[in-house]
């Protein structure tokens, strides 16, 4: 089973970006998000529901450093150790905020590769069942490419507490849960993903996936890659972020 979205280690409930030219930005995901006859996004990029899945900040001098990625906040066991162990591993801490007990609250993190992302505490399902992933709108899936699989396998295992499958598929390697199920990809560099940068791509459903790339293009981004019959693309917004696009299902 695939599914990112989870109440748990290794979940990933959101994601968001901080972005220049913020009325622009705002205004190409909204029609991209929102087409067809029962839109997955609401114009404010809240889903069907009006969850905050993914937050589209303005770029405030608080943010200058974080780079121009969509960046997913994965649940951690102890978001302190995670920060610690990614600079051990390599990577960058970009921002670390504590609450008044000094206790971490959450982390910005890059992996070796230039990837960005966030850690949180394990946040508690207060939803008793309602708005489960199969009526509702969610991040439907996150990969990575990178040059190197296994060490990047290993740093998210060490990270974020996932476990690599012991099975690739072309090279690929998903990435479970401590409950077993598949909840992110990292896929190694080729001819068939070329071009697309080492950061991680949120896959995002859309209600009218053709419309929803008539959009991108007409908006004044690119789609950088579709694939033929399988309702997914790769796309890029017109300030060069990358995101990833799929059919409903």
Partial sequence: MRSPFFYGVG????????????ERELGFYSKVLTTGSAPLWRDDLTN???TPIIGLGVRTPEYESLP????????VSDVAASAARTLELGGQELMHGRGDDGKSQYAV????????????????????GAGHPDRICFISWLSIVVSDVSPMCEFY????????DSAANEGKREMRRPDGAAAAEICPMNDDNEGIPSVWLLSL?????????????????????????AGHAVI?????????????K
Avoid: C
């Fill in 109 to 128: 993190l890059v992996d070796p590769n230039g990837a960005a992302f966030g850690v949180i505490p394990v946040v508690a399902d207060e939803s008793n």
């Fill in 48 to 50: 069907n529901q009006g």
């Fill in 157 to 164: 295992e060490q990270v974020v507490g996932w476990s690599a």
């Fill in 205 to 229: 459903p859309v209600d009218d996936f053709d419309e929803s790339l008539r959009q991108v293009r007409d908006g004044g981004g690119e789609v950088v890659k579709e694939v033929s019959g």
């Fill in 68 to 75: 121009l990625q969509w960046m997913p906040h994965f649940q």
């Fill in 236 to 248: 890029r917004d017109p300030l060069g972020v990358y995101l990833a696009l799929q059919t409903n």
């Fill in 11 to 22: 979940g990933v409930l959101s994601a968001d970006i901080a972005v220049p030219e913020h």
